[in-house]
């Protein structure tokens, strides 16, 4: 099958699977590997493999940079203690731990004959990097604490390029290419330090353009160039890619997005990143489906458990050990928080394409790559699957219920105003008369008083249900009026200067209603679920150690 009809085929199954996991409600990420398991074994058609080359050239840079540009700076400079000791002493903890727990029980059950600490270290390497896309959009979804959300992003860009050359060193050493500790240590440091350097400079100079530009479309090129040039001009000279873009997503999402955009160019910008993460995001998880062969995962079903569990629980150490450590400073979390971030860590496209990068004629390859994809399975179906009920259970989106009461009880309202006024179109049609009109009326007119007094109830216990109300219908008002405005251009009523200065008004009026929506996200976090700043341990939350 030609390159350009398998992607198509890919978008038509993730727009399918788009629609089918909002009804079902169930992760969408989740449902793309179901459904790319599924088609892997009917070999509907065949999708194109998930090699280095295409993650690294197409993939990992737009999702990277797509991360760090939303990722406000400084919220994550809030955070940096807790998210830095995760992602690069953390990682390294982690795959120390995961070999030292992995490598006794598969030689006590005979897994692999011959399988050493070293070819543990490599495993660990692998499947170091956490990938919580599947968990993420549940955040915003159910929401979350913002900071929660914000330490899981902030840990997993960082920890994508820390996995990365830790895997390097550890396999260079298990081929006999690197000997000295130092040594490794230093390259460790010079790979990451240069990665940052050359992501600070590109993401300064495209800031510096788009300070000096205003157009939409360059300002997005500018953007696609800091994403795919910063990994690729840190990659050419060996130095760390992840890092490089990360770095310059988090110049240009909060410096060239407000010192250098109009917010005519700024929802542009938004926009088109925003659906090239849904894009990424469909292809990567499709192609992980595709990748894993089920006959292979029953087959070693028993170290792929044994090696999850490993993982884990390797995590688990590593998370609840920092936790423990940071718990005297300003960047202490709730011990119910460590829970999710334990839960949160679930693997991904990374860790397949590292393992899949291993040469044939290394010891171990076929197992090693089994053991990957089935880790990579289970994280993503039990850990992504079940990550809404726990965050229910600790007491983490204590306000889903209300607003999914709210939204119920509005679309009962809603339902019943239509039929009501279809009833009044048929009586004057003349296709309903007398008692029939009355009797439907009454039903309906006694629906929209049920459901508008539980509205009120609902408004007065919790005012922040009408604050949204309130921003919704702004929202849906000021495009209302950006589309009007548009359609007059094209009929002729006004020129394109007038339109162009009519929408910049409505775009400013946009971003400042979504920049109000982020700090009423903040003000209602802080009230209600983060641990307040200051020297005294924070109360006991929901799922804290008393």
């Avoid at 993730?14 to 992760?27: G, I």
């Avoid at 159910?142 to 996995?163: C, M």
């Avoid at 909060?254 to 005519?264: H, I, K, L, S």
């Avoid at 179109?425 to 629906?447: D, F, M, N, P, V």
Wanted: proline fraction near 4%.
């Amino acid at each position: 099958m030609h390159l350009d009809v398998v992607f198509v085929m890919l978008f038509a199954v993730a727009t399918a699977v788009a629609l089918l996991a909002r009804w079902a409600r169930v992760p969408y990420t989740v449902a793309l590997v179901v459904a790319g398991l599924l088609l892997g074994a009917t070999e509907a058609f065949e999708a194109v493999p998930l090699t280095k080359e295409l993650l690294y050239a197409l993939i990992l840079p737009g999702l990277l940079f797509d991360a760090a540009f939303h990722l406000e700076l400084r919220r994550f400079r809030e955070n940096a203690l807790l998210i830095n000791a995760l992602a690069v002493p953390g990682i390294a903890a982690t795959v120390g731990l995961t070999a030292v727990i992995l490598v006794p029980v598969a030689g006590a059950l005979d897994f692999e004959q011959g399988f050493t600490l070293v070819h543990g270290l490599v495993f660990a390497a692998i499947i170091g990097a956490t990938d919580p896309i599947a968990v993420v959009g549940l955040f915003k979804s159910l929401g979350a604490p913002q900071r929660l959300r914000v330490i899981v992003e902030g840990e997993s860009l960082l920890n994508d390029g820390t996995s990365i050359v830790t895997f390097t060193l550890i396999l260079a050493f298990a081929t006999g290419q690197a000997t000295s500790t130092g040594g490794a240590v230093l390259d460790f440091v010079k790979v990451v330090g240069m990665g940052i350097v050359v992501g600070a400079a590109i993401g300064f100079v495209v800031t510096t353009v788009i300070q000096r530009v205003d157009d939409a479309m360059i300002e997005i090129t500018l953007t696609t160039i800091a994403a795919y040039g910063s990994f690729v001009a840190a990659e050419h000279f060996e130095f760390s890619g992840v890092i490089a873009t990360v770095t310059a997503g988090m110049l240009c999402g909060n410096y060239a997005v407000r010192t250098g955009m109009t917010p005519t160019t700024r929802v542009a910008v938004e926009s088109f990143w925003e659906y090239i993460a849904f894009a990424l995001n469909s292809i990567v998880f499709l192609l992980i489906g595709f990748e894993v062969r089920i006959s292979a995962l029953l087959e070693a079903w028993q170290a792929i458990v044994v090696a999850y569990v490993a993982v884990l629980a390797a995590r688990a150490v590593i998370v609840f050990g920092v936790t423990l450590l940071v718990r005297p400073t300003r960047g202490r979390i709730p011990w119910s928080w460590a829970g999710v971030l334990v839960w949160a860590g679930l693997r991904g496209a990374l860790s397949m394409v590292l393992v899949l990068g291993l040469g044939p004629d290394f010891p171990h390859r076929d197992f090693l790559v089994t053991i990957t994809f089935g880790v990579v399975l289970l994280s993503i179906l039990v850990q992504g699957v079940t990550m809404a009920p726990i965050l229910r259970w600790l007491g983490l989106v204590r306000r889903e219920a209300a607003i999914e009461t709210y939204e119920r009880e509005r679309g009962a309202s809603l339902s019943a105003r239509a039929a009501l006024r279809e009833i009044h179109q048929l009586a004057a049609e003349g296709s309903l008369h007398g008692e029939a009109i009355e009797t439907l009326r009454g039903e309906y007119e006694e629906r929209l008083a049920a459901a508008d007094e539980a509205l009120a109830e609902l408004r007065a216990e919790a005012a922040a249900l009408g604050d949204e109300e309130l921003r919704t219908a702004r929202r849906r008002l000021l495009l209302v009026e950006k589309a009007r405005v548009l359609d007059a251009e094209r009929s002729g009523v006004i020129g394109t200067a007038a339109r162009e200065e009519l929408v910049e008004s409505i775009d400013m009026r946009l971003v400042a209603l979504e920049e109000e929506v982020d700090d009423a996200t903040r003000e209602a976090v802080a009230t209600r679920s983060e641990p307040e700043a200051g020297p005294s341990p924070p109360p006991a939350g929901p799922g804290d150690a008393p």
